[in-house]
C-alpha cells in the first residue's frame, strides 16, 4: 500500500500562483505514473495533469484548461510529484487530489485508471 499526502495548497489571487507537492510514503517500483486530479463543489472530479514515475520516463498529460498555465514535474529520488500553478483563476478553485497508476503505460486522464489516492487540499483562487 502506499500513502499519499498532498501539501501547498491556500489561498490566493487572481494571476497569482501555487505549488502543490504530493509525497509517497515509499518508494515503489509498482507506480507507473503519478497524477493531479481536481473536485469543486458540486462537481466530478477531474484530470489535471500526469507524469510517468518510471526512472527513465517522463511523458506528461495536462488538461486543456490548464495547458500553458501548471506544470508536472517529479523528483524521484524524493518520491515526490510537484504540480506548479501559475497564473491562477477563480475557476481552478477546487480540492486538488493527488493519485498514483500501477499499470504499466502511458499518462492516463480516466480517473478510474488510479489506484492509490491522497486526502487532498483545498486551493481557493479569490477574483
Known amino acids: 500500500q502506499v500513502q499519499l499526502v498532498e501539501s501547498g495548497g491556500g489561498l490566493v489571487q487572481a494571476g497569482g500562483s501555487l505549488r502543490l507537492s504530493c509525497a509517497a510514503s515509499?518508494?515503489?517500483?509498482?507506480?507507473?505514473?503519478m497524477g493531479w486530479f481536481r473536485q469543486a463543489p458540486g462537481k466530478e472530479r477531474d484530470f489535471v495533469a500526469a507524469?510517468?514515475?518510471?526512472?527513465?520516463?517522463?511523458?506528461?498529460k495536462y488538461a486543456d484548461s490548464v495547458k500553458g498555465r501548471f506544470t508536472i514535474s517529479r523528483d524521484y529520488a524524493k518520491n515526490t510529484v510537484y504540480l506548479q500553478m501559475n497564473s491562477l483563476k477563480p475557476e481552478d478553485t477546487a480540492v486538488y487530489y493527488c493519485?498514483?497508476?500501477?499499470?504499466?503505460?502511458?499518462?492516463?486522464?480516466?480517473?478510474?485508471?488510479?489506484?492509490?489516492w491522497g486526502q487532498g487540499t483545498q486551493v481557493t483562487v479569490s477574483s
Open positions: 515509499r518508494r515503489t517500483s509498482s507506480i507507473y505514473v
Open positions: 493519485a498514483a497508476d500501477r499499470t504499466p503505460g502511458p499518462p492516463l486522464l480516466r480517473r478510474d485508471a488510479y489506484d492509490y
Open positions: 507524469i510517468s514515475w518510471t526512472w527513465s520516463g517522463g511523458d506528461t
